[in-house]
């Protein structure tokens, strides 16, 4: 089964904590993996392009949107109480996910997350990496 590469998510969060200010730079580069950044409530402030290729938007399209525009309609209360939960206690463990592209085909995914506050506004964030299996 093709999974996620951990290895690598662990290195991303490592760059993002060693250079917080750089952290759109940093997720900008990554090729592999999409990632999305979200605030506390749920919105994406940043996407890469891989990330954007993953589920057909673009980033101008999600950034300022709810998370669970891209979550099918019967997980996205699931999805968003998991998030909340991410957010207070920052963790969450390596998940599988049936998610949905902007023309609402679906696509199976397995997500890994990390928590962080000392990213653009100072505020907690989740950084999510994606990867399609």
């Known amino acids: 089964m093709n999974t996620i590469n951990l290895k690598r998510t662990r290195q991303i969060k490592e760059d993002i904590l060693e250079n917080p200010s750089g ?12 990632i999305c950044i ?29 998370f669970t525009e891209v979550v099918p ?7 968003k109480r998991m ?8 963790y969450e463990i ?8 902007k023309d609402k085909t679906k696509v199976k995914i397995q997500a890994d997350a990390g928590w962080n ?8 964030h989740k950084i999510t990496f994606v990867h399609v299996m």
């Open 23 to 34: 952290v759109t730079d940093i997720i900008g580069q990554e090729k592999e993996l999409g």
């Open 38 to 66: 979200t605030d506390s409530k749920g919105y994406f402030v940043a996407v890469n392009d891989r990330y954007c290729n993953i589920y057909g938007w673009k980033a101008e399209e999600l950034n300022g949107k709810h």
């Open 73 to 79: 309609q019967e997980f996205k209360d699931q999805l």
């Open 83 to 90: 998030h909340d939960a991410f957010i207070e206690n920052q």
């Open 94 to 101: 390596i998940r599988s996910w049936e998610v949905q592209k």
């Open 117 to 124: 506050d000392r990213i653009l506004d100072g505020n907690p």
